[in-house]
Every structure is written in C-alpha cells, then in structure tokens.
C-alpha cells in the first residue's frame, strides 16, 4: 500500500501549484482522500477533502476559492491545484485516504516565497 505525493516545491507568493497522489495496493475508488498540512511548529490541519466517487468536496475556510481538489479514480490519483499562493501556505502538504483502513502519503514541502 502507498500513498506518494508530488508536485511540491519553491513559488513565489501569487503562484500555482499542483499537488499529486498516486495510490497503489488497495482499492482507491472506495476511498474518500484527503490534503492535510503541517507548518514547522504547527499541529498538522485538513486542507480540502473528496468524497470517493469525487461528487463532493469541502475546504478548510483558509484556502477555499484558492484551491481546488479533484480524483482520478482511473489513475488512482488524486489532485490539489493551488492557486493565489501566499506565504502561510507553506507547509508540508500529505493525503490521506480513508475507508477500511486509513492510509497516509510521507509528505511533499511547498514553500510560497519570494
């Protein structure tokens, strides 16, 4: 079972970024998923949440409008396209995905600076 993050990296404040997660070793379309982040000294929060079947979506207060969360259960992947970057959203950015069992990805820095 994996859950592997990519697509962070260093942007100025105002940029983009996308976020992915590719799922293997369980069966990702029975599973809701989930972007947390942890700041350095921080507790780690929710960020943006699909359903299984990507019919529903929420968002912390702190990023909606800004991102975006989306699946692929074809390519057992799921997306964060993160728009209007501002320094606070600097972090280290995981997924989880939830339903039987409960997995988590290592982890992928994004670090909004000029």
């Known amino acids: 079972v994996q859950l592997v993050e990519s697509g962070g990296g260093l942007v100025q404040p105002g940029g983009s970024l996308r976020l992915s997660c590719a799922a293997s070793?369980?069966?990702?379309?029975?599973?809701?998923t989930r972007w947390y982040r942890q700041a350095p000294g921080k507790e780690r929060e929710f960020v943006a949440g699909?359903?299984?079947?990507?019919?529903?979506?929420s968002y912390a207060e702190s990023v909606k409008g800004r991102f975006t969360v989306s699946r692929d259960n074809a390519k057992n992947t799921v997306y964060l396209q993160m728009n209007s970057l501002k320094p606070e959203d600097t972090a280290v950015y995981y997924c989880?995905?939830?339903?039987?069992?409960?997995?988590w990805g290592q982890g992928t820095q994004v670090t909004v600076s000029s």
């Open positions: 699909i359903s299984s079947f990507g019919g529903t979506m």
């Open positions: 070793g369980f069966t990702f379309s029975n599973y809701a």
């Open positions: 989880r995905a939830l339903g039987m069992n409960d997995y």
